[in-house]
């Protein structure tokens, strides 16, 4: 054979064996046979997935499983596309750590683990007990996984502030109005001061109807956006910008970038924003500053009947290709039952005791070296006499539904279209997006 | 040459030459395929599918995913933001083109000229297309914004600045025009290779014969630079259909729809939504529309262009 020959067939061979070799071994479970040492995986956000630690320490501490948590870059609408093509082409990541929309969108399209199998038979848990109405089920009563968290919103507000403006900090028994009367005596344009921040969150929209616990569809099912309530809650947020000028337009946030940190940078004087918030106040190191921050409730609509706190949950879902069923299993339960032990955050069950929501709370006191006391806590989120709805317009077409609002609300913001053709376009868009889902 | 020919196909060698050659081109062959052709054709498949939902992919060979013939195609022209993404398409390509291909073609002339530090320009100008195209909306965003420095010199001589990416008339041209900016030194390039590869002689001929910059411009260079200025008018045109990295950064696509594109709302129909084919029956479209406009031009190069 001639060394052309040789070489040849060499060049081949490494080249056929680098295009054709198996380039999948990392996704999905690891699993050491020899060691008989299980991994399980989680597709989850950067932020998620720092805070999981402790749990993750504790988890494998009882069990001697190990949890390894799998970080998909982006924002949350961006995380899930990715998680999307994952979960659609068979890959076997055991988890997916997601909030009630998506895990409403993948639930009805049947693409979890039913883990009825293990809950019928763990002597330990009753998942319809320990969670109540948190727990959801999908195709006749299968469930796909746990609620972890449930959110609430509240106002945080900036104490050196208001300290500096010569108000006194809300009590947390005011409405909207008040609010952005607070909001007008603290802003201070010439300094770069506003009065509050409401980052531009599609729901941000919609808070009047989330409070007053309207649904976005009617009972047939199509789109109740023609609902007068819709059409306020929009004049109602572009105002605080456009007419009061207590905070940042929705046009400045999106040119500037500004997210919900923002409020830690000190130049706003309150912020409504959900419960998830109470992890990041307690980085000093990510997150420094030199002023204290308080809670408190969040204000009301004087001409809703009867008001409501929102938020949604967050859930654990189990992947129907999940390599370790089981231990994905054992992990989600133990996150839901321990996660408000080790992070800050409200869990998702009903009956959990105020001694334990106290230590959870502690915790946030603690981590804030003072400034929100656990009594504050308990006031912003339960002690106020409001009911819960759900922060989300949910349904099938979430997506679409928030895509046409964002879209809808920017023409009216900049004063492109009245509210009446904003309000008709967006009910229009839904109703189309309904027709083709189904 | 028929000599040469049969002498090849004499050689004892030939079939071991023609072999190794093969095996030479088989690894890009085979990734061609696999990441090229396949996925095509994966996608002409399912635009005939009602693959607009959750569903494995398997399920696509296991048929359980209906057919549907044109329907997808036929939603396009029912759906006003795709209709409206498409009219956004034309206009951005329609501005785009023109204006980058002239401002390519000024670039390339004036670093033709004989300039101080001609050597340094010509690499600083490389920066824009090199630059992250997420770092150059940023900075845009900034330059843009009504508190700042174009809005301040727009104040400065009393007059209003526009919202420039959040005004719906001045949008659309604004991000073409940062396209413009950020893409032109590439093209710019290839006409100065064009323009060094311009004959002298005809220069120093037209000098003697009494010819105005201009004239020497219409009648020498543009004919002479024609074949590059053909290539250049396909590959702007072409790579005006692919705008997403720079949309989704500078607008997401608004303010409302105004600088949503087809591209654009091809990867939020299938990777937001979730409607697969649907989706990929734009893209397809897309592919049609780009097709006929290229053979379009190259019909008509017959016409201006000189070899």
Redesign the interface.
Do not use: W, Y
């Given at each position: 054979m001639s060394l052309?020959?040789v070489v040849?067939l060499l060049?081949?061979f490494t080249?056929c064996s680098t295009?054709f070799s198996n380039s999948n071994s990392e996704s999905g479970s690891s699993s050491d046979d020899t060691n008989k040492e299980v991994t399980v995986t989680i597709f989850s956000d950067q932020n998620t997935a720092d805070n999981a630690v402790p749990v993750i320490e504790a988890f494998y501490e009882e069990t001697g499983i190990n949890v390894e948590y799998v970080v998909v870059p982006g924002q949350a609408?961006e995380i899930y596309?990715k998680v999307?093509?994952s979960?659609?082409?068979?890959e076997k990541t055991d988890l997916v750590h997601c909030n009630s929309v998506y895990f409403n969108?993948?639930g009805q399209?049947?693409?979890g683990y039913d883990i009825n199998e293990f809950i019928d038979v763990d002597p330990n848990f009753d998942a319809k007990e320990a969670h109540g109405e948190f727990l959801q089920s999908y195709n006749g009563g299968e469930v796909y996984g746990l609620p972890i968290s449930s959110t609430r919103w509240a106002v945080f507000y900036n104490k050196k502030l208001f300290d500096e403006a010569g108000v006194a900090y809300p009590d947390g028994t005011w409405t909207w109005d008040e609010y952005i009367d607070t909001a007008i005596k603290l802003t201070d344009k010439e300094k770069g001061i506003y009065g509050s921040y409401m980052p531009s969150y599609g729901n941000m929209y919609h808070i009047k109807s989330s409070m007053a616990g309207v649904s976005a569809y009617k009972e047939d099912g199509t789109s109740n956006f023609d609902d007068p309530i819709f059409a306020e809650g929009i004049k109602w947020y572009t105002d605080l910008s456009a007419v009061h000028n207590i905070q940042q337009s929705m046009?400045?946030q999106?040119?500037?970038?500004l997210g919900s940190f923002h409020f830690l940078g000190g130049k706003n004087a309150m912020m409504l924003i959900s419960s998830w918030y109470l992890n990041p106040i307690q980085n000093y190191e990510k997150y420094p500053r030199d002023w204290e921050i308080g809670i408190t409730s969040i204000p009301t609509f004087s001409d809703v009947q009867q008001n409501k706190n929102f938020g949604s949950t967050q859930y654990i879902f189990v992947n129907k290709n999940s390599a370790h069923p089981k231990e994905a299993y054992e992990y989600t339960k133990f996150y839901a039952l321990n996660k408000h032990k080790y992070v800050s955050s409200i869990p998702a069950l009903p009956n959990v005791s105020k001694g334990e929501l106290e230590l959870t709370f502690k915790a946030v006191e603690d981590g804030t070296k003072g400034e929100i006391t656990v009594d504050d806590l308990f006031k912003a989120y339960f002690d106020n006499g409001l009911g819960f709805g759900n922060e989300k317009l949910g349904g099938v077409i979430a997506?679409?539904y928030y895509?046409a609002l964002?879209?809808?609300a920017?023409?009216y913001a900049?004063e492109?279209q009245d509210l009446n053709e904003t309000v008709k376009n967006i009910t229009i868009?839904a109703n189309?997006?309904i027709q083709?889902?189904k | 040459m028929k000599n040469i020919i049969s002498t090849y196909n004499n050689l004892p060698n030939k079939r071991q030459e023609e072999t190794t050659a093969y095996m030479f081109i088989l690894p890009f062959v085979v990734g061609f395929f696999i990441f090229y052709i396949l996925p095509i054709l994966y996608c002409f498949l399912i635009s005939v599918l009602d693959f607009n939902g959750y569903a494995k992919v398997s399920d696509i060979f296991k048929g359980e995913i209906p057919f549907v013939g044109l329907e997808n195609f036929i939603n396009i022209f029912k759906d006003r933001v795709a209709m409206k993404s498409l009219q956004n398409t034309a206009k951005f390509s329609l501005m785009f083109v023109p204006a980058k291909t002239m401002f390519a073609l000024a670039l390339a002339l004036l670093l033709n000229q004989r300039l101080f530090l001609r050597g340094v320009s010509r690499s600083f100008m490389l920066m824009p297309y090199v630059a992250n195209v997420v770092a150059i909306a940023m900075v845009f965003s900034i330059l843009l914004d009504d508190a700042g420095p174009i809005s301040a010199i727009f104040n400065l001589f009393g007059l209003e600045s526009p919202l420039w990416l959040m005004d719906k008339r001045t949008a659309l041209p604004t991000v073409v025009f940062i396209s413009v900016w950020q893409s032109s030194s590439y093209t710019a390039l290839i006409f100065l290779a064009g323009l060094q590869n311009v004959p002298t002689v005809l220069y120093e001929s037209a000098r003697i014969d009494g010819a105005s910059l201009w004239q020497t411009f219409i009648k020498i260079t543009l004919p002479m630079i024609s074949p590059t200025t053909f290539f250049v008018i396909i590959s702007n045109t072409i790579g005006s259909f692919m705008n997403y990295g720079l949309i989704k950064n500078l607008t997401d696509g608004g303010p409302g729809y105004e600088t949503r594109t087809l591209i654009y709302n091809i990867i939020e129909e299938a990777f937001s939504f979730n409607h697969f084919s649907f989706g990929t029956a734009q893209a397809i479209l897309l592919f049609f529309i780009i097709l006929i406009i290229t053979l379009i031009q190259w019909w008509g190069q017959k016409k201006w262009v000189h070899y």
């Open positions: 052309k020959k040849s060049l081949l080249i295009v609408a596309q999307d093509i979960l659609m082409s068979g969108k993948v399209a049947g693409l046009t400045e999106k040119i500037k970038k997506s679409e895509s964002k879209a809808q920017e023409l900049l492109e868009s189309e997006a083709k889902a | -």
